[in-house]
């Protein structure tokens, strides 16, 4: 079969897929009882879904949440650490960069960092004024220095998949050892990219076109609109994403909503005035969502999906 003949077979599976399904729909929420003296933001599920990692609203820092002894534990202060950091795959350690500024020649001065969580030990692994958020790769750390990715195992295992960030404006994916830069929508400018638990998928949101699926060629699959910080769920059933309105210059209002990675009929999940749901987080292992408010809390909501 040719590309055109498998790009439309995986579109006539998302079609399928988008009326096979009923919806989603919220039964428990949590408000996390974490330290009031900071604002919280971001949520990130560690990968057996028993942590929630999350920073400040600043992005300075990362800090653990336990689900099970509902414990907070500081894991680094340092600035700028909470924008992207990556957890590998055993959940033993955490990869962030951390920035600093001269305040006489004001240039930056980018690390990369690996954080080991049972050890409470960090190390530094590069240094420079250009380099890119981390990510994991065969158990190794992976980063870019301007253009040049570094660390990218030589030998590639079979069926290899992996987002390695934003490079550019566009989306860098490492397919079976080789790095490939995608620019879906023509000269778009990307963000929010994540790969489906299948690994088949990419999802994420081009500046003017919104949210989008791919394959792994940069073939587009379905376009979702204005789905902001769109995420999958464990399954790969939906695509959760926060639905934010502002006058220009202050927030407004955002909730949760669902949608099928076909498209269709947005799902609303979170509806408390009190409350506004931003930058949703899926647990890998259980139907758990995640997310952080406006005030700078961050909230646990367990799901269900029911009949249409």
Request: hydrophobic fraction near 35%; glycine fraction near 10%.
């Amino acid at each position: 079969m040719n590309r055109s003949g498998t790009v439309f077979v995986l579109f006539l599976i998302l079609t399928a897929a988008s009326g096979a399904y009923g919806q989603l729909r919220i039964i428990r929420t949590e408000r996390l009882p974490l330290d009031t003296a900071h604002e919280w933001a971001c949520p990130v599920f560690s990968p057996d879904g028993k942590s929630i990692y999350f920073t400040t609203a600043a992005n300075d820092g990362i800090y653990e949440y336990s689900t099970a002894t509902r414990t907070t534990r500081m894991i680094t202060v340092d600035q700028g650490a909470g924008f992207g950091f990556s957890i590998s795959p055993d959940g033993a350690q955490i990869a962030y960069r951390r920035s600093s500024h001269d305040p006489r020649t004001h240039e930056r001065t980018q690390q990369i960092v690996i954080a080991s969580l049972a050890a409470n030990m960090s190390t530094v692994v590069a240094t420079g004024p250009d380099l890119s958020i981390p990510m994991f790769s065969q158990g190794r750390v992976v980063y870019s220095a301007g253009t040049k990715t570094k660390n990218l195992p030589s030998v590639a295992a079979v069926g290899e998949v992996g987002i390695l960030g934003i490079e550019k404006t566009k989306i860098a994916v490492n397919v079976g050892g080789r790095k490939l830069l995608l620019d879906p929508l023509k000269n778009g400018s990307y963000i929010w990219p994540s790969l489906s638990p299948d690994r088949t998928r990419i999802l994420a949101y081009e500046m003017d076109g919104g949210a989008f699926i791919c394959d792994l060629s940069g073939n587009i699959l379905s376009r979702l609109g204005r789905c902001n910080a769109p995420v999958w769920t464990r399954d790969g059933k939906w695509v959760v994403y926060m639905n934010d309105r502002d006058d220009g210059h202050t927030l407004l209002t955002s909730d949760l909503f669902c949608i099928s990675p076909g498209g269709g009929e947005p799902v609303r999940l979170t509806a408390d005035d009190a409350v506004d749901e931003m930058y949703p987080s899926c647990s890998s292992i259980e139907n758990k969502i995640a997310c952080s408010s406006a005030s700078g809390d961050i909230y646990l909501f367990e799901y269900e999906e029911t009949a249409k």
